[in-house]
C-alpha cells in the first residue's frame, strides 16, 4: 500500500496535513514568530482563494476583474 503525505492521501485525516502551516496557538517562539506564522497562513489562503475564484467562477464565487484606468 502506497502513501503519499504531499498528495492529499494523508491516511484519512484530511487533503491538507496540519504540519502544512506553523501552528499561530502553538506556545513555542516569541510573539512576532506567532505573528508571522499568523500572517504566512492568511496570506495563503488569501492566494488559493483568488487562485479558486479564476479557475472555477461557477463555484458561488465572484470573478474579479480589473478595470483599465483611462489614459
Avoid at 502513501?3 to 506553523?22: E, I, K, L, W, Y
Avoid at 500572517?39 to 467562477?57: C, G, N, S, V
Wanted: net charge neutral; aromatic share 8%; glycine share 10%.
Amino acid at each position: 500500500m502506497r502513501t503519499n503525505q504531499g498528495m492529499g492521501d494523508s491516511g484519512g485525516r484530511g487533503a491538507v496535513p496540519n504540519h502544512c502551516f506553523p501552528d499561530p496557538t502553538a506556545v513555542y517562539g516569541t510573539d512576532e514568530e506567532r505573528l508571522n506564522a499568523l500572517r504566512l497562513q492568511e496570506y495563503t489562503m488569501h492566494k488559493f482563494h483568488a487562485w479558486l475564484t479564476a479557475i472555477d467562477p461557477s463555484s458561488g464565487h465572484t470573478q474579479r476583474t480589473l478595470k483599465k484606468i483611462p489614459d
